[in-house]
């Protein structure tokens, strides 16, 4: 099951008895933040693209869409978005579990600006129920991340960056 292989993936950074599973699905931006208790936009989901014979990931903030042109502008491909087929097959998760962590060798993976005016964000750990609280440098180190990228709109002025008085759901 690819939940117990995200939750081994993230032993060694100390951080798989932080992933949380759900009796309801968070296979979506609404059923996930639902299902946590957190804005929608704080959700990272996790997005999946054919670069050459490739799948690749850009994490993007759950309020935030790609811009074609400047996902082209930094990959040079336009963005092409994998099946459900190809995701499985491709990146080794499941529609609606797709996160970042314990995917196929040679996935590359990129974090968008877009989640950079949260303190905390939610991925899914590879199943259409589960999710894990993590900051921006626990997202970076256990990602695999090649760094960061700005290929999404849509979310500039929403999702206002979080309160330093706020708590880990971004409520004050």
């Known amino acids: 099951m690819s939940i117990?292989?995200?939750?081994?993936?993230?032993?060694?950074?100390?951080?798989?008895?932080?992933?949380?599973?759900?009796?309801?699905?968070?296979?979506?931006?609404?059923?996930?933040?639902?299902a946590i208790g957190c804005a929608p936009e704080r959700i990272a989901k996790t997005l999946s693209f054919k670069l050459g014979d490739c799948g690749m990931l850009v994490v993007v903030a759950g309020d935030a869409r790609v811009d074609n042109a400047r996902?082209?502008?930094?990959?040079h491909s336009r963005a092409k978005m994998l099946s459900a087929d190809e995701v499985q097959?491709?990146?080794?998760?499941?529609?609606?579990?797709?996160?970042?962590?314990?995917?196929?060798?040679?996935?590359?993976?990129?974090?968008?600006?877009?989640?950079?005016?949260?303190e905390t964000v939610y991925p899914a750990c590879g199943?259409?129920?589960?999710?894990?609280e993590l900051g921006m440098a626990e997202l970076e180190a256990c990602?695999?991340?090649?760094?960061?990228?700005?290929v999404?709109?849509?979310?500039?002025?929403?999702?206002?960056?979080?309160?330093?008085?706020?708590?880990?759901?971004g409520e004050v």
């Open 89 to 118: 097959t491709l990146i080794g998760h499941s529609i609606g579990g797709v996160c970042p962590f314990g995917v196929k060798k040679g996935v590359q993976v990129y974090l968008d600006v877009s989640l950079k005016r949260f």
């Open 127 to 132: 199943s259409d129920n589960s999710a894990i």
């Open 4 to 34: 117990d292989r995200v939750r081994a993936y993230l032993k060694p950074y100390g951080l798989d008895g932080r992933v949380r599973q759900f009796s309801t699905s968070s296979a979506t931006v609404g059923l996930a933040a639902q």
């Open 143 to 150: 990602s695999g991340s090649l760094g960061w990228v700005d």
């Open 152 to 169: 999404c709109k849509d979310w500039q002025g929403s999702g206002a960056t979080q309160s330093p008085w706020a708590d880990s759901r």
């Open 71 to 75: 996902f082209k502008a930094r990959f």
